[in-house]
């Protein structure tokens, strides 16, 4: 196993309060991007019903996905490299009590623009995952050399929108974003140490 640390971005490396205010920051721009596309369309919002069953197979999915990403980081060279640019860019400056907010924040955000507003905007069908997908990947863009954590991220987005047509409970994608964010930092972070 290679110890070296990956290449860093070609920025300077953001502070934790900086991460933190990039995150508090990206979360309100989606929320507002959220309620703005809201008032100029009348489309009903994804519900969001607590079940507990919906729950816990939000939590069930969320872990299967940091699962998968554990498993493509091992067997594909390019996903690691472009994975542990983003993490160490992203989690080094952050505090262990930091990671609860990189859970809640995206998760919550990301998929009530996605998969609350837009999914449905767009049809609640396959097409309509697929498109939302997309955008999903894309935000996670963070230079043209990250394309396969933005490949990663719209697999992802597919199994967070098929979840979401398929329970019609805006929970599911939530719980299961927020979990693997979760873990996976969690992880990345016990490696380190």
Known sequence: MNNQRPQAPQSEPLSRVQILAAMGVTAL????????????????????????????????????????????????????????????FVLRPLTWPDLIWLGLLPGLSEELLFRGVMLPALGLNNGAVVVSSLCFGVLHLSG????????????????LGFSALATDNLLVPIAAHVVANLVSSLVWKLRQT
């Open 29 to 88: 721009v989606l929320l507002l991007a959220a309620r703005f596309w809201l008032l100029f369309d009348t489309v009903a919002v994804l519900p969001f019903r607590w079940i507990p069953q919906a729950l816990l197979g939000g939590v069930g999915l969320g872990l299967g996905i940091t699962l998968a990403s554990a498993l493509v980081y091992q067997i594909w060279p390019a996903y690691r490299r472009s994975a542990d640019v983003y993490l160490e």
């Open 144 to 159: 043209l050399q990250q394309w396969p954590y933005v490949l990663w991220a719209t697999l992802v987005g597919l199994s």
